[in-house]
């Protein structure tokens, strides 16, 4: 089936088509430049089907302005009586047929990859991850080796990994456009979806679910790095010591409030999914609260005025810390870096 | 805009308006609430836009924004598009079969006080701490779960005007089914007639669903029960069944009566009889059933398996046969025909185009793996948007220049009429062709900001320019609307029309006919017009009419059923909103008592008083 559709797209306008569109949007995270498995098969037959229709709407169009020009009323025919057609069989059987046959090629190669996306025989010899979406912000688990992690995804690349997701509150959606198509994360059921990216990058993932004030900023990303390099990731997380001292003394400090103030809802380590996001690697995050310049400027106000940066969040007066110990929490925060294999390893963020 | 020439005080202008049961009255009632829900929803659009103009945007907060866009869906599709459809069926389809009402006046009057109050009720929320905040589909969980009487609001507002679209729905059954005049068959009952009829077979089998699920929302917000709870063991899914179980229908109904009324503008501005008549008739039935089969594709993403989503796909793609017949018929019924360039029928041009567009993506979401990309993206915001405008709202705008004549005695100046088209057309095209490319280049929507360097910026601010050129189109039609009222009335019959209708004097009489009027066949005025003198031959000789009592009744039941919905609401913040509810409901099911006890056989207009009266 693959095959065949590769065929089609050696169709000159095909062809065209995907180059124009190609260009469109941001690298990495608009879905018409795909860069796996399940953007990719969905782009062909996107571009499959705008094919088709454009063919039926030229037809439209060509009928329309013969119409329009020759049968427009002229000066001097206000009184003519058109002959009342009451309609033809035969043109009514062929418009109707057409589009009978165009719906039927359609669908099968429709019907043949709903089948092909949803098949999870391979699961059980893959990697797994559990995801949980929360408001605003994603819990990645990987089952089998017992690392978490939170709002960046590692993958490797070229093969799949299946998702288990389910929600810990409302529905949400997982949606990494330029890999795959969504799937939604309900709060009763695990749905499983796999998704394989094609070559290293850092992919933008959203929220496609209205799941609340800050939906808008539910932003994750999916690092796709080397087979090796997420061997070496998933090693180096496993070996994270959660109670590890740092060297300085003000990140010392930094810790001694975290412990205090923050542990109650946040994880470290391969602990089990809290209220909070897992900050096990939380120095290498490429974005903080999802959407923001890893900067410590903008932690140090995400952690002491948080509802200015996602409103509706849970994290809003759960704690109180003035801002000059918030500076210290965010030095300890940037230096949580157990992995050598960062976003960077992927290439880093497309700016 | 009165029927009778004579001054008349506005105070006794209201309360003619409060106490009808004229299915012409009931009509522009429809229209005047329908049109102002329309500006509300409208305006909201725009401050959405504007808000989505730059990227990172602050012009209005998260919370207002999700209000936002969930008054500005649920005000569009439940409480602007249908009551305006409404409106003209109310008005129109009575006059198209030759009856004299609808099957029953006071159940008409009732339904649309019902919408009215409905309507102004959930309108209100912004007023009571905020409007309900969980999108125009209110998914369970985040709708039980969302704080403070928005969704109360939603949930009870939805279910007055709901309560009244059923009644109105089964009302325009009977009329058509029992009420048509002499000669007036099936087969012979204009287009507009019949998507009236089929519309009301869908609004009769889906509005009951949406009842239903607003009940369980009600009781899991209200009383504790756990239909959507998941840790007592509830089911949200089920929510997304109930509601789009009327959701999807609820897209037919909003559409097919614009089929209805562009296929008799078309015949008549092409001075043409409608091309493939039967099968026009045939595929609306077919796209009816066929959309109750066809409500999961819009959960193709929930994860019900590549079976059910394979089988909704198919379904869903069917519904574009039928639909194609009907655009070549149209296309058809121009061919050989001399078409003349009026406002309507600008309309109608426009909206070929248009609704082959919003009709294509409609195939293109129905294929599955393709929707798994194009869903809850600004792809389907494109799409559907395609379908209701350049389907329902320029059907509604070509009605309304239409039958404008026939239902104000006026006429709408052509010249504006022109510029309000261009207007609307191109910025409608600016705002929502884009969009197709914003959804696949990544942005969802129900989004509130769109994030920096996403390059999605260049897309927003066309469709935020586009939306304003259409904003400015709705002001030119109320100037028009406004300045036509300083004119003369218009002449009869001012567009050479083929149906009943256009058969009556200007303004309408009360009893629209003064004699029962006979059809000869399909287009019943364009036979006369061709074969005889132009005048509709009476069926049988005058006779007194009989005619219903207006009653201030439905006013006063809905206004009940509104006091104990604000009781529902408020007795969640203690007991008081309690009497709220006691006092509202029994005076609204006194006033049903009332109406069941009292006599009221109506009154007779005698002959002699219509023999002075003009034909």
Known sequence: ?351 | MSTTTQKRSLGTVIWDYMTTVDHKKVGVLYLLFGGIFFLMAGLQALIIRTQLMTPENDFVSAGLYNELITMHGTNMLFLAAMPLFFGLMNYVMPLQIGARDLAFPFLNGLGVWLFIFGGLLMNSSWFFGGAPDAGWTNYAPLSVQSPGHGINFYVLGLQLAGAGTIMTGINFIATIVLMRGPGMTYMRMPLFTWTTLVTSILILFAFPAFTIALFLMQFDRMFDSAFFDIALGGNSVIWQHLFWIMGHPEVYILVLPAFGIFSEVIPTFSKKRLFGYTAMVFATFLIAFLGFMVWAHHMFTVGLGPVANALFAIGTMAIAVPTGIKIFNWLLTMWGGSIKITTPMLYALGFIPSFTIGGMTGVMLGSTVADYQFHDTYFVVAHFHYVIIGGSVFGILAAVHYWWPLMFNRMLSEKLGKLEFWLFFSGFHLTFFIQHFLGLMGMPRRYWVFLENQELDLGNLISTLGSYLMGLAVIVLLINVVTSYFKGPAPRDPWDGRSLEWSVPNPTPYYNFKYTPLTRGLDPLWIEKMEGDGKIKPAEPLHDIHMPHGSILPFLISLGFTIASFGFIYQLDGPHGRILIYIGMAFAIGCMIVRSLKDDYGYNIPKEELEKEDD
């Open chain 1, 1 to 351: 089936m693959k095959r065949w559709m590769g065929k089609f797209k050696a169709l000159m306008l095909f062809t065209f088509l995907a180059i124009l569109l190609a260009g469109c949007g941001k690298e990495n995270l608009t879905s018409l430049n795909p860069k796996g498995y399940g953007a990719d098969i969905t782009l062909d037959l996107i571009l499959y089907i705008t094919f088709i229709m454009i063919g039926v709407f030229v037809v439209v169009m060509v009928i329309y302005t013969i119409v329009l020009i020759r049968y427009r009323e002229k000066k001097g025919q206000e009184n003519e009586i058109p002959v009342q057609v009451e309609g033809n069989t035969k043109l009514e059987i062929v418009w109707t047929v057409i589009p009978i046959i165009l719906v039927i090629i359609i669908l099968v190669p429709t019907i043949y990859f709903t089948f092909d996306l949803a098949d999870t025989s391979e699961a059980s010899s893959s990697i797994n991850i559990d995801v949980t979406g929360n408001q605003y912000w994603w819990h990645f688990e990987y089952q089998d080796e017992e690392v978490a992690t939170s709002q960046d995804l590692y993958i490797p690349t070229g093969e799949k990994v299946y998702l288990n997701m389910i929600s810990s509150d409302v529905i949400h959606s997982f949606w990494v456009p330029s890999i795959s198509g969504k799937m939604d994360v309900n709060p009763e059921n695990v749905n499983t979806m796999f998704i394989e990216a094609y070559e290293e990058g850092v992919y933008w993932g959203k929220c496609a679910e209205l799941c609340g004030p800050s939906h808008s900023l539910m932003d994750f990303k999916v690092i796709a790095v080397s087979p090796e390099e997420y061997e070496q990731w998933i090693t180096d997380m496993q070996n994270v010591d959660p109670e590890e001292v740092p060297d300085d003394a003000v990140a010392q400090e930094g810790q001694d409030l975290f412990q205090n103030n923050c542990m109650g809802c946040h994880a470290l380590g391969s602990a089990p999914s809290g209220v909070g996001p897992n900050l096990t690697n939380f120095g290498d995050r490429t974005h903080f609260v999802g959407y923001l310049e890893p900067t410590k400027e903008n932690l140090v106000k995400w952690i002491t005025d948080p509802e200015s940066i996602k409103p509706g969040n849970l994290m809003t007066g759960t704690y109180d810390v003035t801002e000059e110990e918030a500076d210290k929490i965010a030095e300890y925060l940037m230096q949580l870096q157990p992995s050598e294999i960062t976003p960077e390893s992927a290439g880093g963020l497309i700016d």
